[in-house]
C-alpha cells in the first residue's frame, strides 16, 4: 500500500491522480490552499477506497510552513513513499512584464516553493534510503515562448533542478520523476480554446502514477509531446524568434 504526500492537492490533476490511487487502497495526505476544498476531496478519497486521507492546509508561499506540512504528513502516514508536487499558477505575462512584484509571486508559486519543497522532500527520502519525489513540471519549461515566458522560466527551473536531484541520486533507492504535461483541460486553461492536442486531467494522472510505477526519469504527457518539444528545441534561434507559437 502507498502512503502519498501531494502538494497543491485541489489541482484537477491532482485530484485525478488521488482517486486512482484511492481506488488501489493506498493512504494520502493532501495540501492546499482551501480548507473546505481539502476536506471534501478527503471524504471524497475515502469514499472512493482509500485506506486514508488527511490533510493540512499549506500556502506554499508560506515558505516557513513547508517543514510543519511534510512532518504532518509523515506522522499522518508513519513515513511517506510517493510525494507529488502539484501546485502551479498560470501567469498572465503582460501584467508580470510591469508588475515586479506579481512577477516574482508567479516565479516563487512555480519555481522557487518547488525548489524548496523538492529539497526538503528529498533529504527525507535520503535519510530513508527510499521514496518517489514527483514533481509536474511543463512542455513549457523546454523553451521559452512570447506568450508565457515568465511560466515557462519557472517550471524550467523545475526542470533542471529535478534533473540535478536525480543525478544526484542516481543508484540508491530515492526516485525523482520530471512530468511534463502539454495542454490539459483544467481550471488552470479554463480560458483557453481547446483543440485536438488536449487531454483530460485523467489521462494525465494515469501516466503519472505508470511513470511512477516504472520508475521513470522524464515523462511527457501525453507522450506524443516528446517528439513535438524535440522539434520545437531544434529550431535555431533566428527562425524560431520569427515564430508565433
Ligand atoms: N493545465 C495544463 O495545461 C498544464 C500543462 C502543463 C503543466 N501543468 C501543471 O500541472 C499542475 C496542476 O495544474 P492543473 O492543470 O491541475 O491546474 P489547477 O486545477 O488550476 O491546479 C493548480 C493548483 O495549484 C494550487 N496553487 C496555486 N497557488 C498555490 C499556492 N500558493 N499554494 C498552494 N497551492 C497553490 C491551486 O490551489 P487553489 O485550488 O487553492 O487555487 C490549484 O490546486 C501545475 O503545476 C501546472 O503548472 C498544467
Not at 485525478?16 to 471534501?40: D, I, K, N, V, W
Not at 490533510?55 to 506540512?69: G, I, K, N, S
Not at 541520486?169 to 481550471?187: A, E
Amino acid at each position: 500500500m502507498n502512503r502519498i504526500l501531494i502538494v497543491g492537492a485541489t489541482s484537477a490533476i491532482a485530484e485525478h491522480y488521488a482517486r486512482q490511487e484511492a481506488e488501489a487502497g493506498s493512504m494520502l495526505f493532501l495540501c492546499g490552499r482551501s480548507r473546505e476544498r481539502l476536506r471534501a476531496i478527503a471524504q471524497d478519497l475515502v469514499a472512493r477506497g482509500a485506506a486514508k486521507a488527511d490533510f493540512a492546509v499549506l500556502d506554499v508561499l508560506d515558505f516557513d510552513r513547508h517543514e510543519e506540512a511534510i512532518e504532518a504528513a509523515w506522522r499522518s502516514l508513519e513515513g511517506v513513499d510517493v510525494a507529488l508536487l502539484a501546485h502551479g499558477t498560470l501567469p498572465d505575462a503582460r501584467a508580470c512584464a510591469t508588475d515586479a512584484t506579481l512577477a516574482l509571486r508567479e516565479f516563487n508559486t512555480n519555481a522557487t516553493a518547488t525548489i524548496l519543497l523538492m529539497d526538503r522532500l528529498a533529504g527525507r527520502f535520503e535519510k530513508k534510503g527510499h521514496g518517489t519525489l514527483a514533481v509536474i513540471s511543463s512542455v513549457a519549461g523546454d523553451r521559452g515562448r512570447a506568450s508565457n515566458y515568465l511560466y515557462g522560466s519557472a517550471k524550467a527551473a523545475a526542470t533542471a533542478y529535478s534533473s540535478g536531484l536525480r543525478q544526484r541520486f542516481r543508484g540508491t533507492g530515492v526516485h525523482v520523476l520530471t512530468i511534463k504535461p502539454g495542454f490539459v483541460d483544467t481550471p488552470m486553461t479554463a480560458a483557453f480554446r481547446k483543440g485536438a492536442l488536449w487531454v483530460e486531467p485523467h489521462r494525465i494522472a494515469t501516466g503519472i502514477r505508470r511513470a511512477i510505477g516504472r520508475r521513470r526519469g522524464v515523462v511527457y504527457l501525453p507522450f506524443f509531446w516528446r517528439p513535438i518539444m524535440a522539434l520545437i528545441r531544434m529550431i535555431p534561434e533566428p527562425v524560431f524568434r520569427r515564430l508565433d507559437l
